[in-house]
């Protein structure tokens, strides 16, 4: 089956919800796991790789949290379908590049992905909309707990699960939740938030990882240490700092929207007028912008329900899903018009932001979490 | 501002370095730039100590010139300096003197605190109702009750027996 008949249609992603998503777009709880007796993947020749993964597949597989998963091989796949799949974040970068040897399963809820053969042999993720830790951490508790039936893994009393990289070393385990930040970056006050967070032992990512921008005001916070500490230890103290950065971008709204109004809607404006209007745009412009309408949404500039349109947006303007709505081969240029096509089209039926029914007089803002 | 890497003495040293555009920034107590050479800023990159890719200068240090091989994988410490990754899961015993100090400054601690396998589990609660059992069989018989020894003797057959028929893999 083809993934991308597989996954769900944006429009429908777009529309799932979580406690305060306003703010926290995703959370994620991915656990590192390698097999006894098997080098690590990128050690590993191609071959002992390959008896690896037709060992874990099967194991993978036939989890009842999995059934009727999507299960491929990741030389089976495109180099398009592989970069939908990192615009939608459920696979890194990093296994992109991976071929013969390594494998994606993935459940039908897009809310457990199971990369074999990245970095480590088992890469497995727990994925939910809004600040979700928790829960996050006990689906993916539950499934490793399944799996350790089944498949041996490379464990030492004292160092824990070991792991290809010393920095995985211990419970393997990486908390982290996407951010969206507009009002702390209108503020000039992130970068302060974010080495106030790095003071903590805790990772500031952009959009797609390691070594990312933060395109779009999307933040990516994670743990950073992995050993001497219990799971849950490690997930409750990224729980307790996301929601003082939500007190933070909270504050800052509303901070900027009594001393600064005119600098707020400025930008949404601007935001709304170009993404409705221009006839050529890339996507990281795009992605700036819609930041600035979700951000306008919240103020309550836009009516609710175009927040699910601006996510979605959000998603099939990006590179990979845009080249897939069109046959024959697009370059940059001809991607930056017909994006912008797209854009003047879906934002016809929104009407302009209107500041009367912001929210200085109406209800705070995340406050109905 | 405590040092980054003990988080125990006050940092002292203070370093910024800009790698590829992007500036990288260090601060150390005295004692911890010392062991970390930082004294020296021509031949030091930041990136080295923040990647723990300078562990790899270490491994090297502790082999005393000759070059260490996992028995395993055939992973060598020049492949650790240019990959930041080890070959396989023997290699934390191969290189385990040159990696604590690596460890120590990436990780809260360097004793795995979390989840443990459940057979793994299992099979170190047995360990200990051995240990337990033994201890209990020696009383009895100091104290010459022999009923009460050959019961425990029975219990602890099974519980070896238990012991013996868990995977071998558990054994920690």
Redesign the interface.
């Known amino acids: 089956m083809n993934i991308y008949d597989f996954l769900s249609p944006p429009v429908e992603t777009a529309r799932r919800t979580g406690p305060h998503d306003r703010i926290v777009m995703s959370s994620r709880v991915r656990l590192a796991r390698n097999l006894r007796g098997f080098a690590f993947p990128g050690w590993a020749k191609k071959n002992e790789r390959v008896k690896a993964l037709e060992i874990i597949r099967p194991a993978v597989e036939c989890l009842p949290q999995l059934t009727g998963a999507f299960s491929e091989t990741m030389d089976n796949l495109g180099p398009l379908d592989k970069q939908i799949l990192v615009e939608r974040h459920l696979i890194s970068r990093e296994h992109a590049a991976k071929s013969t040897g390594s494998g994606l399963v993935l459940n039908k809820e897009e809310s457990l992905c199971v990369m074999i053969n990245e970095e480590d042999h088992l890469r497995m993720q727990a994925l939910r909309p809004g600040l979700q830790l928790r829960q996050a951490w006990m689906a993916m508790d539950q499934i490793d707990s399944e799996l350790e039936r089944k498949l041996d893994y490379a464990f030492s009393s004292e160092l824990g699960y070991l792991t290809a990289c010393p920095t995985n070393l211990g419970t393997g385990i990486r908390v982290s939740a996407m951010l969206h930040l507009p009002g702390l970056v209108l503020a000039e006050q992130i970068t302060q938030i974010i080495s106030s967070v790095n003071k903590l032992g805790l990772a500031v990512r952009g959009l797609y990882g390691e070594g990312t921008e933060a395109l779009g005001n999307v933040f990516q916070v994670s743990n950073q240490m992995t050993l001497g500490e219990v799971e849950t230890d490690i997930v409750e103290r990224l729980n307790k700092v996301l929601l003082q950065i939500i007190e933070h971008e909270d504050n800052a709204r509303n901070v900027l929207l009594e001393k600064k109004p005119k600098i707020v809607y400025n930008h949404v404006g601007r935001a709304y007028g170009i993404l409705a209007n221009a006839h050529s745009i890339t996507s990281k412009e795009t992605m700036n912008l819609l930041s600035l309408m979700r951000l306008g949404v919240d103020l309550g500039e836009f009516p609710p329900a175009e927040r699910a349109l601006i996510d979605e947006l959000f998603v099939i303007t990006q590179p990979a899903h845009l080249q897939k709505q069109f046959t024959g081969k697009l370059g940059a240029e001809e991607r930056d018009l017909l994006r912008a096509d797209m854009l003047r089209e879906r934002l016809h039926h929104v009407s302009r932001p209107n500041p009367k029914t912001a929210a200085g007089g109406g209800p705070a803002l995340d406050k109905r979490n | 501002m405590l040092c980054m890497l003990c988080k125990q003495n006050p940092a002292k040293v203070h370093l910024t370095q800009i790698v590829e555009n992007k500036m990288q920034k260090v601060d150390l107590c005295e004692e911890c730039a010392r062991q970390k050479g930082v004294n020296d800023p021509a031949s030091f990159s930041l990136a080295d100590l923040l990647l723990?890719l300078g562990?790899s200068q270490e491994i090297a240090q502790t082999a005393s010139g000759v070059e260490i091989r996992c028995p395993?994988?055939g992973?060598t410490q020049a492949?650790f300096k240019k990959?930041?990754?080890?070959?396989?899961?023997q290699c934390?015993a191969t290189f385990s003197e040159g990696?604590e100090s690596?460890?120590k400054s990436?990780?809260?601690?360097?004793?795995?605190?979390?989840?443990?396998?459940?057979?793994?589990r299992q099979g170190?609660d047995l360990n200990e109702r051995l240990k337990h059992l033994q201890k209990k069989l020696d009383k009895a018989v100091t104290a010459e009750d022999f009923e009460q020894a050959a019961s425990l003797r029975d219990e602890i057959k099974l519980t070896r027996s238990q012991l013996d028929s868990m995977?071998a893999?558990v054994t920690?």
């Open positions: 723990g562990a395993a994988c992973f492949d990959a930041g990754r080890l070959g396989c899961a934390y990696l690596l460890l990436m990780h809260k601690g360097i004793k795995h605190l979390g989840k443990v396998p459940v057979a793994l170190r995977p893999k920690p």
